[in-house]
């Protein structure tokens, strides 16, 4: 059984939702500029912009996990619902919770791991490579948001685009 959203709850995700948003839109445009300006740098100039390959790998992680979020929370992300095509709708609304809830919990392992991961990153870095490592931390941040948003869901359930807000 879902629980009702109280308002400051409410409120919480609404402005977590805008601030995935902008940084979503940001990031894929700080990547198109920084890819387009590349294209240009070598071809006109035969030269490039130092660490720009990095800056776009960097980039296009940060669009996938903002875009997920926003996926989650929309209750548009990929699913493999090959059971739920011989399910009842009710009984897939029922399901929901559960599986949001199992959701969470892989996405707090992978949370978990991620930190490790950046942790030893961050650890053995250069000094002059450790931007790099903070550039990285979208991964642990970006789990994180998911694991957030599935809770959410299965606590409250998802935000839908066609209701109103």
């Known amino acids: 059984?879902?629980?009702?959203?109280?308002?400051?709850?409410?409120?919480?995700?609404?402005?977590?939702i805008r601030m995935e948003a902008f940084m979503a839109g940001a990031s894929l445009?700080?990547?198109?500029?920084?890819?387009?300006?590349?294209?240009l740098a070598r071809n006109f100039f035969h030269s490039?912009?130092?660490?720009?390959?990095?800056?776009?790998?960097?980039?296009?992680?940060?669009?996938?996990?903002?875009?997920?979020?926003?996926?989650?929370?929309s209750s548009k992300h990929i699913r493999i619902d090959v059971v739920a095509a011989c399910m009842k709708p009710e009984n897939i609304r029922r399901l929901q919770?559960?599986?949001?809830?199992?959701?969470?919990?892989?996405?707090?392992?992978?949370?978990?791991?991620a930190i490790r991961f950046w942790h030893d990153d961050w650890q053995?870095?250069?000094?002059?490579?450790?931007?790099?490592?903070?550039?990285?931390l979208i991964t642990?941040?970006?789990?994180?948001?998911l694991s957030l948003h599935f809770l959410l869901g299965a606590l409250f359930s998802p935000a839908r685009s066609d209701s109103p807000s």
């Open 1 to 16: 059984m879902l629980l009702n959203e109280p308002q400051l709850v409410r409120n919480f995700r609404h402005a977590l």
């Open 29 to 39: 445009l700080l990547l198109l500029g920084l890819v387009f300006g590349q294209v």
């Open 48 to 73: 490039g912009i130092p660490n720009a390959e990095l800056l776009s790998r960097y980039m296009v992680l940060y669009v996938a996990f903002f875009g997920a979020v926003l996926a989650v929370e």
């Open 97 to 113: 919770p559960p599986l949001y809830l199992i959701s969470s919990i892989l996405c707090g392992i992978m949370t978990w791991a």
């Open 124 to 136: 053995y870095a250069a000094e002059h490579e450790r931007w790099g490592s903070i550039l990285a």
């Open 140 to 145: 642990p941040f970006g789990f994180f948001l």
